[in-house]
């Protein structure tokens, strides 16, 4: 009987050393699996982090311009509908106010006569620019019809008459002058057809 326990408690210590062992093993094992499992999570997190940073799809990026640009066409679109409620406004070509009526006058220095009447004819005496073929060294008039054709002649001559001052205008029926030191201008008070003289130039015929 003395001889019969230590060989049990050999078996008792051998049992409990393989019972470490196995327990060991088995607490590795299960640290392994842990770390593998928060490194797969880690990578996961990560992961989501990485797309939530990413820059969105170009398809996403391209619905704006595609609004911007239909709001931008409706602009025109809308700007022609107002400008087509807008009343077009017509030119004005009467008398300055304040015309002096006469169908009449001359400049202050009598180089220039005009007269209103079915047209407004103008002659000049004295000027610098090139004579019209056929009037050399004779006064030229310039003549604008009711249906404002303009002619240059130098066989009819306005005779002087009532002298008006520079800075005033004169009209007549349908026609109007406006006497200046650099020369004169007359025009259709309906057409704004028009004409100026003076000792520099003339109308091109």
């Known amino acids: 009987m003395i001889k019969i326990l230590p060989k049990f408690s050999t078996s008792l210590s051998q049992l409990s050393r393989r019972k470490i062992i196995i327990g060991s093993a ?15 999570y880690l990578f996961h997190i990560n992961s989501l982090l990485t ?3 990413s820059p969105q799809p170009a398809a996403q990026k391209s619905t704006a311009p595609a609004e911007s640009s239909s709001a931008d066409s409706s602009a025109p679109k809308e ?12 030119a004005d070509f009467s008398a300055p106010e304040g ?5 009449a006058f001359s400049t202050p220095t009598q ?3 005009c007269e209103l009447a079915e047209s407004v004819a103008c002659t000049i005496y004295e000027y610098s620019f090139p004579s019209p073929a056929g009037c050399a060294d004779k006064p030229v008039t310039v003549t604008l019809e ?3 054709t303009i002619k240059t002649s130098c ?6 008459a009532q002298i008006q001052d520079y800075g005033t205008a004169v009209n007549y029926e349908n026609f109007a002058c406006s006497v200046a030191e650099t020369g004169v201008k007359c025009w259709n008070t309906s057409s704004g057809k028009n004409f ?7 109308p091109a015929n």
């Open 196 to 202: 100026t003289i003076s000792r520099e130039s003339i």
């Open 51 to 53: 797309r939530e940073d």
């Open 26 to 40: 088995t607490l590795g094992v299960l640290l392994v699996i842990a770390l593998v499992s928060a490194f797969a």
């Open 111 to 113: 180089n220039i006569n």
């Open 79 to 90: 700007s022609a509908g107002a400008a087509a409620e807008t009343p077009e406004q017509t």
């Open 155 to 160: 066989s009819v001559q306005i005779p002087a």
């Open 146 to 148: 009711a249906n404002g």
């Open 99 to 103: 015309a002096i009526k006469a169908d």
